[in-house]
């Protein structure tokens, strides 16, 4: 019996030596570990920043996929004046002359009247300032576990955080997500993200409307050249009802591919005539 007792005296002597000696490494680790919610923070503000430095134009492949399964990929090209942009496919086949007619003429419309595209450029720099807002509120509006990681790319699982009061209706259907985004731990740069609608969205209390539970979105940006990230995918699926019981259906898809950086300065009618050559694909550029 004695025997037995000092055993078991040294097993857990050892293992108290073992304890002592490895939590120290461990709490090395997980100190060096940054706080998720941190790193969040630090890759919204590079972000915001990059985007508000940024002021290059490029063409790119623009794959748009509509209502009743229907697609359309155009070519665009990005000017001070707006995006101006060319059809190339519709469901998969060239346009007929009589259509590549008509978008030629579409074309020539926006050179002689450039008015039109400043007033899409307004919509979008809306857009813009909207998507900015969100982007800061994202730190404070959710709370962040770490996931798996790949190379220079870290997951992060993020739920709403209870102690987030929105305030608008964009917040609130922001708030009401949960998801998984990816950022480079490298160059400070949101990849992915990705999310799910965790309850009912309910405005002016149902009687503005509501989006119902289950509605997703996902976007993905691209470093297509170095120092440069684009939108790649946007892929929003939501459905719900407005004022009056009118159905609201939020569905966008779309991919962008083939950029191509242009010159900063590069007029609408430059814009048009480097379109009129672009060549349709054989094929979509997704597999």
Known sequence: MARVLICRKLMIARSLTILLFVCPFLGAAQSSQEVPGELVRRVVQNELRAEEQDHSHWMFRLETEKK????????????????????????????????????????????????VLRKSLKDENQDNARSQRLLKMLPDAFLFNYGEQRGDLVQLSFRPNPNFHPRNHEAQVFHAMQGVLWVDNKQNRLAEISGQLIDEVRFGGGLLGHLNK???????????????????????????????????SVKEKYFRTEFKRVPDDLTVAEAAEMLRKEVAPQRTNRP
């Not at 004046?81 to 579409?106: A, V, W, Y």
């Not at 996902?218 to 946007?234: H, I, R």
Request: negative net charge; hydrophobic residues 35%; charged residues 25%.
């Open 68 to 115: 009743n399964a229907q697609t359309e990929v155009d070519e665009v090209i990005e000017t001070k004046d707006g995006d101006l942009k060319r059809p190339l496919l519709f469901n998969g086949r060239e346009l007929t002359p009589i259509e590549q007619q008509e978008s030629d003429k579409r074309l020539e419309q926006l050179v002689q009247n450039p008015a």
């Open 214 to 248: 289950g509605g997703t979105f996902d976007v993905k940006q691209t470093m297509v050249s170095p120092g440069y990230w684009e939108l790649t995918v946007l892929n929003v699926q939501m459905n719900g009802k407005a004022l009056f019981f009118k159905t609201i």
